[in-house]
């Protein structure tokens, strides 16, 4: 993989429109977002999306804490494994209570990049590192 992974190397297609594909982006962004080596944010992304199938706001609402915990130990997402799992529920909760459970809502709610940024930032848990890679490839379907 390149220095930065994108959404084409987990197999995603941000551009396309589709609400799921934009979660997972979101999810991965998140993950990618933590002092973390690379290798096992994208493992660990693997994990929770695609064997676990937690790839909407709900199914993944729908996990306890200790599920989450474990899917990211299994992962080796080890070093934050508990805060993590803490703030990917409160992440889900936020975006079906705010969101209506959608990433894209977040857009539409917001006048321009800046306050989408704003807004993404309203995440506990998601810092200025993670808006940058969201929306490096978010903003190609919305820019």
């Known amino acids: 993989?390149?220095?930065?992974?994108?959404?084409?190397?987990?197999?995603?297609?941000?551009?396309?429109?589709?609400?799921?594909?934009?979660?997972?982006?979101f999810i991965a962004s998140f993950l990618?977002?933590?002092?973390?080596?690379?290798?096992?944010?994208?493992?660990?992304?693997?994990v929770i999306v695609e064997k676990h199938d937690r790839d909407t706001p709900r199914k993944l609402c729908n996990c306890s804490r200790q599920e989450l915990v474990d899917m990211l130990g299994e992962g080796n997402y080890t070093r934050y494994d508990e805060?993590?799992?803490?703030?990917?529920?409160?992440?889900?909760?936020?975006l079906n209570d705010e969101y209506g459970g959608e990433v894209s809502q977040i857009h539409q709610a917001s006048e321009n990049r800046k306050e989408l940024e704003q807004r993404l930032g309203e995440f506990k848990g998601i810092g200025p590192k993670t808006v940058e890679?969201?929306?490096?490839?978010?903003?190609?379907r919305w820019y």
């Open 133 to 140: 890679i969201f929306m490096r490839e978010a903003a190609k």
């Open 1 to 25: 993989m390149s220095d930065q992974v994108t959404a084409r190397d987990l197999g995603l297609n941000v551009a396309s429109g589709d609400e799921k594909e934009l979660f997972k982006w």
């Open 32 to 46: 990618f977002g933590k002092r973390i080596q690379q290798d096992i944010a994208v493992d660990t992304y693997r």
């Open 83 to 94: 805060s993590t799992a803490d703030r990917l529920l409160e992440l889900c909760k936020k």
